[in-house]
C-alpha cells in the first residue's frame, strides 16, 4: 500500500518550453503532496506544499510563477516548470501524506522522481 | 533553526562489516525521525521511523535506529553490511505537529567485497 507514481519518469526539453509532471498517490487519498528538488549528489530541497483544493505554499526561494502546482484532486497533484530553462534541469521526487490520518501521523511516501534536462 | 545533520558524506565499509550512519536533530520537543536510501536515479524508500515509544526502531533489510534524546541523535545501524546496501542514506525529521521533513545531506555508503 502508500504507493506514489510520478509521470514522466524522465523528461527532455527546448529551453523556454514548458513541462508538466504528475504525481499521483494509486491507492491512497492524500490531501497534502510535496515537491522537491534534488541537485546531483545533493539532498533534497522541498520546494512547496500542496493541499488539495487550494494554493500551494511555496518555500523561500522557490518562483511560484516558474513553478506552478495545482492539486485539484486527492490523489493527484501537477508541478509545471514554466518557461525551462538549463537550470532547471534537476531531479524532481513528489511525496504525499496520508489524508485522515492522526493530525501527529507525519509520515510521506515518495514517488520514484522525474528527471528533468532542459537543452 | 531546526534541523537535521548528517556529519559524514561518504563511509566505506566491508561486506559484513557493521554498519553506523550518524544523524543528529535540532528539535526542541520530541521530533517525527525517519531513515530513508535512495538508489542512483530511483526514489526514496522509507527504511524505519520514529514517533514515540520504544527508542529502538527496527526497520526493513536488517536496519534499526536507535533514538537518544541526551545526545540529539537517531544513528542508524545494520550488524552485517551486504554490497546491495550501497546507496545514499538520508535522514529526515520534522517537528511533531508540522508536516514539513528536512532532510539531512546524505550519507553515501560504499561497499567493498
Known amino acids: 500500500g502508500a504507493v506514489v507514481s510520478q509521470h514522466p519518469s524522465r523528461v527532455i526539453c527546448k529551453s523556454g518550453t514548458s513541462v508538466k509532471i504528475e504525481c499521483r498517490s494509486l491507492?491512497?487519498?492524500?490531501?497534502?503532496m510535496f515537491w522537491y528538488r534534488q541537485f546531483p549528489k545533493q539532498s533534497l530541497m522541498l520546494m512547496a506544499t500542496?493541499?488539495?483544493?487550494?494554493?500551494?505554499?511555496?518555500e523561500q526561494g522557490v518562483e511560484k510563477d516558474k513553478f506552478l502546482i495545482n492539486h485539484a484532486s486527492l490523489t493527484l497533484s501537477t508541478l509545471t516548470v514554466t518557461s525551462a530553462h538549463p537550470e532547471d534541469s534537476s531531479f524532481y521526487i513528489c511525496?504525499?501524506?496520508?489524508?485522515?490520518?492522526?493530525?501527529?501521523?507525519?509520515?510521506?511516501?515518495f514517488g520514484p522522481g522525474t528527471r528533468l534536462t532542459v537543452l | 533553526a531546526q534541523s537535521v545533520t548528517q556529519p559524514d558524506i561518504h563511509i566505506t565499509v566491508s561486506e559484513g562489516a557493521s554498519l553506523e550512519l550518524r544523524c543528529n536533530y535540532s528539535?526542541?520537543?520530541?521530533?517525527?525521525l525517519f531513515w530513508y536510501v535512495q538508489s542512483p536515479g530511483q526514489g526514496l524508500q522509507l527504511l524505519l521511523k520514529?514517533?514515540?515509544?520504544?527508542?529502538l526502531v527496527q526497520g526493513i533489510k536488517g536496519f534499526e535506529a536507535e533514538f537518544k534524546r541526551s545526545q540529539s541523535s537517531f544513528n542508524l545501524r545494520k550488524p552485517s553490511v551486504h554490497w546491495s546496501d550501497a546507496a545514499e542514506y538520508f535522514c529526515?525529521?520534522?517537528?511533531?505537529?508540522?508536516?514539513?521533513?528536512?532532510f539531512g545531506t546524505g550519507t553515501r555508503l560504499q561497499v567493498t567485497l
Open positions: 511525496s504525499a501524506k496520508l489524508a485522515g490520518g492522526a493530525s501527529s501521523y507525519n509520515e510521506q511516501f
Open positions: 491507492d491512497f487519498q492524500a490531501t497534502t
Open positions: 500542496s493541499n488539495e483544493g487550494s494554493k500551494a505554499t511555496y
Open positions: 528539535y526542541g520537543a520530541t521530533p517525527y
Open positions: 520514529y514517533f514515540s515509544g520504544d527508542t
Open positions: 529526515a525529521g520534522g517537528p511533531g505537529t508540522a508536516s514539513k521533513l528536512t
